[in-house]
């Protein structure tokens, strides 16, 4: 079963910042937080990944709380093409049998104009 | 394109038949994962590589279903006697040679439909 539970769906208007919540509350402290999307009938995108600190690329940031029990992955200025499912995972950040990553049904994010 | 590349993108099989998808990983890539997604779920892991070696397979790759990866390059995929319950898309992904780095590529998938 996945570790993390995700809102069903969200809307987010064009241009605006898009907040994607994720809690992951039995996290361990070894288990790294991965962010994917899937654009519809494609295969999932690798976004972004932390372990404890806030990290921030090309396409997105992701803030992690204090605690490690939840993150959020926020896309700055959001367009029509981040229309997506957005999964939110933790694995170990080692080869370990039975670790892989473990989908959930994600976020539906409707991006609208 | 160095992107992960599956062939077929789209197969329609009789139940019954064998079908075999073909996964082409990015060229430095070690590791190479396959998933399953049905409509309206999230991919669920089947079984990964690291090189030639299979290493772990899902207790979802039933007696039916074999993967191999011959020289730790591309990878197959086969399924034999096909059920109506196979259709689904067939996904693979395969990630860096790093020993600290675990993110997964995917390819596009394989669209399988038994009728």
């Known amino acids: 079963d996945a570790k993390t539970t995700q809102p069903t769906s969200m809307d987010c208007a064009e241009g605006r910042a898009a907040n994607l919540p994720c809690n992951h509350s039995?996290?361990?402290?070894?288990?790294?937080v991965y962010w994917y999307r899937q654009i519809h009938s494609q295969g999932p995108q690798y976004i972004i990944h932390?372990?404890?600190n806030n990290e921030t690329n090309e396409m997105a940031s992701l803030i992690i709380t204090e605690d490690r029990k939840s993150s959020t992955l926020i896309l700055p200025h959001a367009t029509l093409r981040d229309t997506a499912v957005y999964y939110c995972i933790v694995r170990v950040g080692y080869d370990n049998y039975g670790q892989n990553f473990v989908f959930g049904p994600g976020t539906r994010l409707s991006v609208l104009p | 394109d160095t992107g992960v590349s599956q062939d077929p993108r789209h197969k329609i099989t009789k139940r019954g038949q064998n079908v075999t998808f073909r996964c082409d990983p990015i060229s430095e890539h070690n590791r190479l994962y396959w998933y399953r997604q049905t409509l309206g779920q999230g991919p669920e892991f089947l079984t990964y590589?690291?090189?030639?070696?299979?290493?772990?397979k899902s207790r979802l790759l039933s007696d039916r279903f074999s993967a191999e990866r011959p020289k730790g390059s591309f990878s197959t995929l086969e399924i034999q006697r096909t059920e109506q319950g196979d259709s689904a898309m067939y996904l693979c992904?395969?990630?860096?040679?790093?020993?600290?780095?675990?993110?997964?590529?995917f390819g596009p998938g394989t669209r399988l439909t038994v009728t």
């Open positions: 992904a395969s990630s860096p040679r790093s020993a600290s780095s675990y993110e997964q590529y």
């Open positions: 932390g372990l404890k």
């Open positions: 039995t996290i361990s402290g070894n288990e790294y």
């Open positions: 590589f690291q090189n030639e070696a299979q290493l772990e």
